[in-house]
């Protein structure tokens, strides 16, 4: 194939790696740059949605990484004393998998669609006519740049292209403990099950993550001292979600507590996705809230719509343009809904029981929250197992 063009991107990331994936797939020559010395990500879990489920099949790539991961069979919302208010057949995500697991087998799929990974280069910042710039002095020339460097983003920085950032009030803290052989049994029977359960302005979702782990998230306000340390504290948390008092005690004996710290939400927005030849995509161009579990999902999709775009079209400016405008507002959909799915926690407890419930007897709702779920992603359908 001839070669037709050459993009430099920061960040093996998910949105970094399907981007490289997909110009490389599409005739590009790639280099990815990465600051870590080892690809890889955190081993908490992530939801794999539809849309995400698409960009894997389109990458030739989704057998293998369902492999990985956890089929949910339902949703549980609970009240702090254990109370089911709602179950659905559906998870917030249909699949939860190893974001270890998903980073090594998109940088085996990157590697054998020719892109050349850099570890240990950090870059710390580009310039619009095409150019990046490492810590180490060192710079690099490309048609294309592709900043998908995260949610502290030096590239978005030193751009000035920041239009919102917005840290929340409430943030959390991820933790994976070992799942124990009656919850295994009783998933087994019963079939898996994600639960939501809500106190006060706290709260705990809990999910398999792998045959033999359990994924916890812990969310609550800045404000929460007793809520936002860690270890954490089990006689509080014990306090607000008194039927979850042996998991909380798990939580505190078993997680990893130099891996895991609490953090803030924070949603991001920018003037504009590109600034000349410089694309943003991922967190470090719209960070969002975790609620509806659709952030590495529009990383993805986003980076693979680029290649799609970058592409269609010789103009690399016109290109760019073409991308946001098909791209954008999906995300900035997520972006809305996640945040209102989120604001269920600043509610009273009778509001809250409401608003949790209203999710099944409004459907309207329910398909706002699960619309990008629902969409087929740009290139999905068109590439096909091309390694
Ligand atoms: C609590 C929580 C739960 C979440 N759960 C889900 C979920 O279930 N489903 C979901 O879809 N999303 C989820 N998300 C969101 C998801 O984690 C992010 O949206 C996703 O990781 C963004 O991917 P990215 O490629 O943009 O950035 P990242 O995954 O952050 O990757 C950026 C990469 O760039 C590298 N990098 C950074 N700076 C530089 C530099 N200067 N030079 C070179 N390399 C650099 C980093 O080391 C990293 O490898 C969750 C987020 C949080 C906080």
Redesign the pocket.
């Known amino acids: 194939m001839a070669k037709k063009g050459h993009v430099e991107i920061?960040?093996?990331?998910?949105?970094?790696?399907v981007t490289a994936i997909g110009l490389a797939d599409r005739g590009w020559t790639v280099r990815v740059?990465?600051?870590?010395s080892l690809l890889g990500?955190e081993g908490?879990?992530?939801?794999?949605?539809d849309n995400?489920a698409h960009v894997f099949s389109a990458l030739g790539i989704l057998d293998d990484i369902l492999q990985g991961g956890i089929e949910i069979d339902r949703r549980d919302s609970l009240d702090g004393n254990g109370n089911l208010l709602l179950r659905l057949n559906t998870g917030?995500?249909r699949y939860?998998i190893s974001?270890h697991h998903i980073i090594s087998l998109l940088s085996e799929r990157a590697l054998a669609a020719g892109v050349d990974i850099h570890t240990g280069?950090?870059?710390?910042s580009a310039s619009p006519e095409g150019e990046i710039y490492g810590?180490d002095g060192k710079s690099w020339r490309a048609d294309l740049i592709v900043a998908?460097?995260?949610?502290?983003?030096?590239?978005r920085e030193s751009l000035n292209l920041t239009k919102h950032h917005i840290h929340r009030k409430e943030g959390?803290v991820?933790v994976i403990i070992p799942r124990l052989p009656e919850e295994v049994e009783n998933d087994r029977k019963h079939g898996t099950t994600m639960v939501e359960a809500w106190s006060g302005d706290r709260r705990i979702l809990y999910c398999p993550n792998s045959q033999t782990d359990l994924y916890v998230?812990l969310t609550c306000m800045n404000k929460d001292l007793s809520g936002r340390v860690t270890p954490i504290d089990t006689e509080s948390w014990g306090q607000a979600f008194p039927g979850m008092t042996s998991l909380i005690n798990r939580i505190s004996e078993c997680a990893d507590w130099d891996e895991s710290k609490w953090?803030r939400?924070q949603t991001i927005r920018l003037k504009s996705w590109s600034n000349g030849r410089i694309a943003l995509?991922?967190?470090?161009a719209h960070?969002?809230p975790?609620y509806l579990?659709?952030?590495?999902?529009?990383?993805m999709m986003n980076g693979l719509g680029l290649a799609v775009s970058v592409d269609e079209c010789s103009d690399i400016f016109t290109a760019l343009g073409n991308w946001e405008d098909r791209e954008r507002p999906l995300t900035e959909h997520t972006q809305f809904w996640t945040g209102v799915y989120g604001k269920t926690i600043f509610f009273p407890g009778w509001l809250k029981a409401l608003a949790i419930k209203t999710e099944k007897h409004l459907p309207l709702l329910a398909k706002q929250y699960s619309r990008a779920s629902k969409h087929i992603p740009t290139g999905c359908g068109s590439v096909d197992n091309r390694t």
């Open positions: 920061i960040g093996a990331g998910f949105g970094g790696l740059h990465e600051r870590r990500a908490y879990g992530i939801a794999i949605q995400m917030l995500g939860r974001r280069s950090n870059i710390s810590s998908a460097d995260g949610i502290n983003s030096n590239i959390g991820r998230i953090a939400f995509l991922g967190d470090a960070a969002m975790p579990g659709q952030g590495a999902g529009h990383a």
